[in-house]
């Protein structure tokens, strides 16, 4: 099987990180996600902490016509730089699952890439966020809100288009049809046609 790499854009409540790392574990190849925020902060000399917070402050994307913004949007350049680095050197040295940060953007010109985006309805997500992430109603009503909020503003600043746009995107796929298991063998079927190793 030749050289892959899948990146997953998700939808808050979708179970997009349990499929991406079963559908890593299915296809024996290395899971990429949090572990690009600390290879960033390593090669900034920052605290995890830090990169996590100026990630997360995503909502300051819509005002940069401010002058006090400035400082915090080239931090935040920067970090996206360094990540993007570290994504295209995964990429590029072996097969992989990589799950957020606008991997699909980065990877674009990537022949190899998958790109995939996992949604589902609210009533599935806010199910999700209760019974499986072990969430109040409550909470669960404000993290999808808020979330997808900054995961749409993330994408939209660096990439210039929403995280599940089409356009770019080779495979959309809604996790309530097959849940984690099925998602991901549904998944690892198109890739290992992808890579050249067919179906068994």
Not at 28 to 33: A, F, G, K, Q, S
């Amino acid at each position: 099987m030749k050289k892959f790499v899948v990146t997953i854009t998700r939808e808050f409540g979708s179970l997009g990180r349990p499929i991406a790392k079963r559908l890593a574990e299915l296809l024996n190849v290395e899971y990429y996600d949090r572990d690009i925020v600390e290879a960033a902060a390593k090669e900034m000399h920052l605290p995890v902490s830090v990169i996590s917070a100026e990630e997360e402050k995503k909502s300051s994307f819509f005002k940069m016509v401010l002058p006090l913004g400035s400082e915090s949007m080239e931090k935040k350049q920067k970090i996206f730089d360094t990540q993007a680095k570290i994504i295209r050197d995964l990429a590029a040295k072996e097969s992989c699952i990589i799950v957020g940060r606008c991997a699909d953007y980065v990877l674009q010109d990537e022949p190899d890439a998958i790109h995939v985006y996992i949604y589902s309805s609210y009533a599935d997500r806010l199910a999700n966020c209760v019974g499986t992430l072990g969430m109040k109603k409550d909470e669960a009503r404000r993290m999808i809100a808020e979330v997808d909020k900054a995961r749409m503003a993330y994408h939209k600043y660096f990439a210039n288009y929403a995280p599940g746009d089409p356009a770019h995107k080779h495979i959309i796929i809604n996790s309530e049809l097959l849940d984690v298991e099925g998602t991901a063998q549904a998944l690892a079927a198109i890739v290992r046609v992808k890579a050249g190793e067919g179906v068994s």
